[in-house]
């Protein structure tokens, strides 16, 4: 069974920096790929960034070179590094899974990952 718990969320200012966390229980690193979505007020949830089973990474436009995805295989956790946070940041962030898929892009829609955790809300003000 696959379970999802982000953390680390919270209310920076813009230029601020926030760390995600997402512990991962059910998942295969070397076959699952992982995904940070977000979902901002009156917005569709929109993918951030990837990183495959091999550790490629991908990244939405908006966030290229201000985020960065990492995992820690040993202790089965996903990270969201967020710097330059700027107020249109401002979401709810997810952690997704999609099992048994060595390659995903943060470009697919929310529909191609089965398994998403609660959320954990980021908030920059101006």
């Known amino acids: 069974q696959v379970q999802l718990v982000e953390s680390g969320g919270g209310s920076v200012q813009s230029g601020g920096s926030l760390r995600l966390s997402c512990a991962a229980s059910g998942v295969t690193r070397s076959t699952d790929c992982m995904a940070w979505f977000r979902q901002g007020p009156g917005k569709e949830r929109e993918g951030v960034a990837t990183?495959?089973?091999?550790?490629?990474?991908s990244y939405a436009d908006s966030v290229k070179g201000r985020f960065t995805v990492s995992q820690d295989n040993a202790k089965n956790t996903l990270y969201l590094q967020m710097n330059s946070l700027e107020p249109e940041d401002t979401a709810m962030y997810y952690c997704?899974?999609?099992?048994?898929?060595?390659?995903?892009?943060?470009?697919?829609?929310?529909?191609?990952?089965?398994?998403w955790g609660q959320g954990t809300q980021v908030t920059v003000s101006s």
């Open positions: 997704a899974a999609r099992r048994f898929s060595r390659v995903c892009q943060p470009s697919w829609g929310d529909y191609m990952f089965a398994y």
């Open positions: 990183i495959n089973g091999d550790g490629r990474t």
